[in-house]
């Protein structure tokens, strides 16, 4: 059972150009997320998804687009990188214990732009 | 202001001490509370969950909840080298009927051999 998939891992990027992460689970959850971290600002939400077909803003989306296709994949995009896009992209899919929404992460996408 | 405050500071212990880290949180429709161990270069994972106020214990662990305070807490009794990690706490939050998590920031526990 992979749970969440990140990919690629790594990626550095000049600034302006484009790029696309993919994130997968095999999970079955409805729910997905995009997350990004940086030192001091702890996990910050980008977009997020509550089912296939669906998608909505988190606190910092500006910058980047989503799509849900398929209820597996959540796919985040940015069109015109930036320096301050630089951080750690974490995915997350979530499924509820007893009414409480429990997130499961993937590995990390750690990106640079220089 | 954040919805769930968490001081970011590292905290360093020798190994067998107690580890105690907190949280305060600014919406009183919180009612869960989760904490999330975060290892170097890892995304995080579930550590415990509480509902409402009280504690939980789960092994060496134990989780408080005071919610007349808006307070969350967490303690690592007998503290190991491998209990260091990033410690995120986070509250449930309901906006347009959607559950999203509000994270703290963290704080880094580093046990000391």
């Known amino acids: 059972n992979a749970g969440v998939t990140q990919t690629p891992k790594f990626r550095v990027l000049k600034t302006g150009q484009s790029m696309t992460l993919l994130c997968a689970q095999d999970?079955?959850?409805?729910?997905m997320y995009w997350y990004r971290q940086d030192p001091g600002m702890g996990l910050r939400l980008i977009h997020y998804s509550v089912g296939e077909g669906t998608t909505a803003k988190g606190e910092v989306p500006d910058g980047y687009n989503v799509s849900r296709l398929k209820k597996q994949n959540f796919l985040l995009g940015l069109e015109s990188a930036a320096p301050s896009q630089t951080s750690v992209y974490f995915c997350?899919?979530?499924?509820?214990?007893?009414?409480?929404?429990?997130?499961?992460f993937g590995a990390g996408s750690r990106l640079t732009v220089l | 202001q954040k919805e769930v405050e968490q001081d970011p500071g590292p905290l360093s212990v020798p190994e067998g001490a107690i580890v105690s880290l907190n949280c305060t949180y600014s919406n009183s429709a919180f009612q869960y509370f989760m904490w999330y161990r975060q290892y170097s270069r890892k995304g995080p994972e579930l550590l415990m969950y509480?509902?409402?106020?009280g504690n939980k214990e789960d092994g060496r662990f134990t989780a408080q909840v005071d919610k007349s305070s808006k307070y969350i807490s967490l303690f690592i009794r007998d503290s190991q080298p491998s209990d260091s990690a990033t410690y995120l706490c986070a509250s449930d939050t309901t906006e347009d009927g959607n559950n999203r998590l509000a994270f703290g920031k963290g704080n880094q526990v580093v046990v000391i051999p």
């Open positions: 997350a899919s979530s499924y509820q214990v007893s009414g409480a929404n429990v997130l499961t």
């Open positions: 509480t509902y409402s106020s």
């Open positions: 999970m079955n959850h409805e729910y």
